[in-house]
């Protein structure tokens, strides 16, 4: 049976409860636990659950962000391909984006592709819908999850 079947997605909200979740990283299950509220409120990230009547299957938090030309060095193809991505190929110094600050999968899902599911999930929202005014979709990547967003197109 999918992983996904009986499960719903939602925006977190002051009043959401948090139901069980372990990724098997401390700082992941400590921010969902204790921070992604406040955070919130500041209006520094916005947080999505994707839970069972149980569980919380896995969760996201994105953040506004911004590309700067200065993030790339002085090669013509690196510059390319950045003003390629614009219909006037103008060199701005910086262009929008999202960011998924945060992504946790419940450790009993990692090998059903649940992650891979939220990212595909996104770049359909964020890039081909174009939910926001941002053209790429970037991610916090700690080295123990390198392999995992390269293999997802990152």
């Known amino acids: 049976m ?92 910086n262009y929008p984006a999202m960011k998924i600050a945060r992504l946790g999968v419940n450790k009993e899902y990692h090998k059903n592709e649940v992650g891979t599911n939220i990212l595909d999930y996104l770049k359909i929202l964020f890039i081909t819908n174009n939910r926001t005014s941002g053209r790429f979709l970037t991610v916090d990547v700690h080295q123990e999850t390198s392999e995992f967003y390269l293999k997802n197109g990152f």
Not at 61 to 88: H, Y
Request: some cysteine; aromatic content about 12%.
């Open 2 to 93: 999918s992983a996904f079947h009986n499960s719903f997605l939602s925006r977190l909200s002051p009043s959401h409860n948090i139901l069980p979740f372990d990724c098997g990283n401390e700082d992941l299950n400590d921010f969902l636990l204790n921070e992604p509220k406040l955070f919130s409120e500041k209006l520094i990230t916005v947080t999505y659950l994707l839970q069972k009547a149980n569980q919380t299957l896995a969760f996201f938090s994105l953040v506004n962000d911004k590309i700067s030309i200065e993030q790339f060095d002085d090669r013509i193809e690196n510059r390319m391909w950045i003003t390629g991505a614009f219909p006037t190929g103008k060199l701005l110094s």
